[in-house]
């Protein structure tokens, strides 16, 4: 196995999709790397560096600029789709969907479902998510909420190199429209990728750690923070079961509900709003179906409900830490 960056990840799977099938495209603002600009192209490959080295080997028909227009973008990675390409579209910033949403949820959505089954819509859509930058309010959030409540969606929340090169590859072979959100702090990080045809299907949980004690739920970089809370926990006898989703839509209930089933105790760690989000919605899901198992109420661990703030001393504290997901495992074992 190969051993790569997260945002290396992205790049060499693309390229190696490109390669295989030549009507995978790509487009958006920047992709080319700096066109115009005193670098030229392939300064930077985007702003993320996730599509750099792609326009050298394939060109200006298969990787294209667009203008700084987020809904111009979706409404051409929809046509493309429907023509018989399979476009991946980079949105850069995830804040910014709110400009393309009909795009994406009017239109790119329900295609399948409005022409009963005779047209399909493989575009996969990539967003870099998340705080922890000092980005402010308008660059630092987590929409992966809104995106799995909408029927017709498939939505991707890779955490590690490996999960970005199989799940990006099913991405790209899906018939079915795809959301690929990859959080920017995770793009500096590394892990052992595998060679070839690796493929991760949807739905399909990974087990980051296994214990018997409490079942911690979480995706993206959150995992990081889980996996510290387990392997602390560990030395004091405590067994955490850290579930990695992988994916939001399709949602390995399965997994969720084997794993309280064992452990009675739930926390559920994600950095969108409280409100209407994955935490509550998972919480829900094992109340309604596992209510026998628990033996304390489950726990989300979120931010608050408030836009992210900029100084770096206040979004620190508003978002999820080992600490507080600490906290939370320990108020469920003493639990009465």
Known sequence: ?????????????????????????????????????????????????????LFGKFGKDRVIDTPISESAIMGAAAGLALAGKRPIAELMFADFIGVSLDQIWNQIGKFRYMFGGKSKCPAVIRMAYGAGFNAAAQHSQSVHQILTGMPGLKVVMPSTPADVAGLLRQAIRDDDPVIFLEHKALYATSGEVPDGEHLVPFGHARIARAGEDVTIVATGMLLGF???????????????????????????????????????????????????????????????????????????????????????????????????????????????
């Open 226 to 336: 889980c996996e510290a809370v387990a392997d602390k926990l560990a030395g004091e006898g405590i067994g955490c079961d850290v579930i990695d989703l992988r994916t939001t839509s399709p949602l390995d209930e399965e997994a969720i509900l084997d794993s309280v089933e064992v452990t009675g105790r739930l926390v559920v760690v994600d950095e969108a709003p409280p409100r209407c989000g994955l935490a509550t919605d998972i919480c829900s899901l094992v109340a309604n179906k596992a209510f026998a198992s628990l033996k304390a109420p489950p726990q989300p661990v979120t931010p608050p409900h408030t836009p992210i703030p900029f100084a770096r001393e206040m979004e620190s504290a508003y978002l999820p830490s080992a600490d507080k997901i600490e906290a939370a495992v320990r108020k469920l074992l003493d639990w009465r």
């Open 1 to 53: 196995m190969a051993k790569m960056m997260y945002r290396e990840a992205v790049v060499s799977t693309i390229a190696a999709e490109m390669e295989r099938d030549p009507s995978v495209v790509v487009l958006g603002e920047d992709v080319v790397g700096g066109m115009g600009t005193a670098g030229g192209p392939e300064a930077i490959g985007g702003i993320w560096s996730t599509s750099t080295g």
